[in-house]
């Protein structure tokens, strides 16, 4: 694994940590592919029945970082964010992992942590968290799931209120909507996420993995594929639009931006 990554078995659960703190633990192109190839170690191997992803240091995930990754994002799509393996920590554009995954959070959770809270099965919050989905600020819009799962998911008045004003919220909103299920101190997130994926552990793992099928199926099934082949043809117009030039540009220069809607 890249030490971007690192990956360690607590008996039958797969440990996932993003390190990168450096850059705030930003996903690039390596990254995704790590975590990507650890999402097959733990679907591949019998032995683990649970994975928890997470981020070391202070920060769970900055967001993409924008420099290594929309090059690629322009040039094959969304699902780039796949990474190279089969299954994508997205469960999106390649399959999804068939066993459980606990998410821990803390700190700055910008853009793609969201979409990974969505695409995780339970979500462990630290008191300190910072969800933002900031794309829409950008000129551009999520393409990880988010305007996909997060009506379904947290329902449309809530999805709508952090997807079209990018607004920053804090655990306990999270938690009122449904995007985290527990709430702890901060430094604590690791150790009870650790905690839950231990106890799905020591169920039974058919009628886990069964659970789990069966439950996605009924989510999700035919109306998401329909809306993720929807945001593979929308995307690259947006991606190529003079709006999302400027939202990069108001980015890097720390500005507002100033949409024109061309």
Same mark, same amino acid.
């Given at each position: 694994?890249?030490?971007?990554?690192?990956?360690?078995?607590?008996?039958?659960?797969?440990?996932?940590?993003?390190?990168?703190?450096?850059?705030?633990?930003?996903?690039?192109?390596?990254?995704?592919?790590?975590?990507?190839?650890?999402?097959?170690?733990?679907?591949?191997?019998? &032995?683990?029945?649970? /994975?928890? !992803?997470? $981020?070391? #240091?202070? +920060?769970?995930?900055? =967001? *993409?970082?924008?420099?290594? %990754?929309?090059?690629?994002?322009? &040039?094959?799509?969304? /699902?780039? !964010?796949? $990474?190279? #393996?089969? +299954?994508?920590?997205? =469960? *999106?554009?390649?399959?999804? %992992?068939?066993?459980?995954?606990?998410?821990?959070?803390? /700190?700055?959770?910008?853009?793609?942590?969201?979409?990974?809270?969505?695409?995780?099965?339970?979500?462990?919050?630290?008191?300190?968290?910072?969800?933002?989905?900031?794309?829409?600020?950008?000129?551009?819009?999520?393409?990880?799931?988010?305007?996909?799962?997060?009506?379904?998911?947290?329902?449309?008045?809530?999805?709508?209120?952090?997807?079209?004003?990018?607004?920053?919220?804090?655990?306990?909103?999270?938690?009122?909507?449904?995007?985290?299920?527990?709430?702890?101190?901060?430094?604590?997130?690791?150790?009870?996420?650790?905690?839950?994926?231990?106890?799905?552990?020591?169920?039974?793992?058919?009628?886990?993995?069964?659970?789990?099928?069966?439950?996605?199926?009924?989510?999700?099934?035919?109306?998401?594929?329909?809306?993720?082949?929807?945001?593979?043809?929308?995307?690259?117009?947006?991606?190529?639009?003079?709006?999302?030039?400027?939202?990069?540009?108001?980015?890097?220069?720390?500005?507002?931006?100033?949409?024109?809607?061309?």
């Amino acid at each position: 694994m890249s030490e971007r990554v690192t990956v360690q078995r607590d008996g039958h659960v797969l440990l996932i940590g993003v390190n990168r703190p450096e850059k705030r633990n930003a996903w690039d192109l390596a990254t995704i592919s790590a975590v990507s190839a650890a999402y097959d170690q733990l679907a591949d191997d019998p &032995e683990l029945r649970a /994975g928890v !992803l997470f $981020g070391h #240091g202070d +920060h769970f995930c900055a =967001g *993409l970082d924008l420099a290594d %990754v929309s090059p690629a994002v322009a &040039e094959h799509g969304p /699902g780039a !964010l796949s $990474g190279d #393996g089969r +299954h994508d920590p997205f =469960g *999106l554009w390649n399959e999804p %992992v068939g066993k459980p995954v606990v998410l821990a959070v803390q /700190g700055i959770a910008f853009t793609l942590s969201i979409e990974l809270a969505l695409a995780s099965d339970i979500v462990v919050s630290a008191e300190d968290v910072r969800f933002r989905q900031l794309e829409i600020g950008r000129g551009i819009l999520p393409f990880g799931g988010a305007t996909l799962r997060a009506p379904a998911q947290l329902g449309w008045g809530n999805a709508m209120r952090f997807l079209l004003t990018g607004e920053e919220f804090g655990a306990a909103e999270a938690h009122r909507i449904g995007l985290v299920q527990e709430v702890v101190p901060a430094g604590e997130q690791l150790e009870r996420a650790t905690e839950l994926a231990r106890v799905i552990a020591a169920q039974a793992p058919l009628g886990v993995q069964g659970t789990l099928a069966n439950a996605r199926l009924a989510q999700r099934a035919e109306s998401e594929r329909a809306a993720a082949d929807h945001l593979r043809e929308l995307l690259p117009g947006i991606l190529a639009s003079e709006d999302a030039r400027e939202g990069l540009q108001s980015f890097v220069e720390r500005r507002e931006a100033r949409f024109t809607g061309r």
